[in-house]
């Protein structure tokens, strides 16, 4: 099973970058997260909530269409650690930020998609449409 999660991560990693074509993903649920002191990841369960929010993935962009159009501009892309993309991204008023992909081991077909910046971060679970 986890050798099939990971053929899938690297298949639609692959196919993101392969192709003209955006990628799409539809956003099912989000939540936020927080960095400690240490710099530890902190989620906060009450921001758990169902969601239909589009998300566009292209070679030199990401975009994601929530309830404000949020724009990530792709400066490198980092590699892949551990079934993990990252991308170096900066947002539209040119704060640096990571975003990673990845697939979701107990979720098949799904996948995550997260927006770090220093101190606070957000994921959503999504499904690739295309």
């Not at 639609?12 to 002191?37: C, H, I, V, W």
Request: with cysteine.
């Amino acid at each position: 099973m986890k050798k099939l999660l990971l053929v899938l991560a690297l298949f639609l990693t692959t196919l993101m970058y392969s192709q003209d074509k955006p990628y799409y993903m539809r956003a099912e649920t989000f939540q936020l997260g927080s960095k400690n002191s240490s710099g530890d990841i902190v989620w906060d369960e009450s921001t758990i909530k169902s969601c239909d929010i589009l998300v566009k993935l292209e070679e030199k962009e990401a975009v994601i269409y929530s309830s404000t159009k949020q724009i990530y501009h792709v400066i490198s892309y980092d590699g892949k650690e551990d079934n993990i993309s990252r991308w170096y991204c900066s947002d539209d008023k040119g704060k640096t930020c990571n975003i990673y992909l990845s697939s979701i081991e107990n979720q098949p077909g799904k996948m995550g998609f997260i927006v770090e910046f220093s101190d606070y971060l957000w994921s959503y679970i999504c499904k690739p449409t295309n």
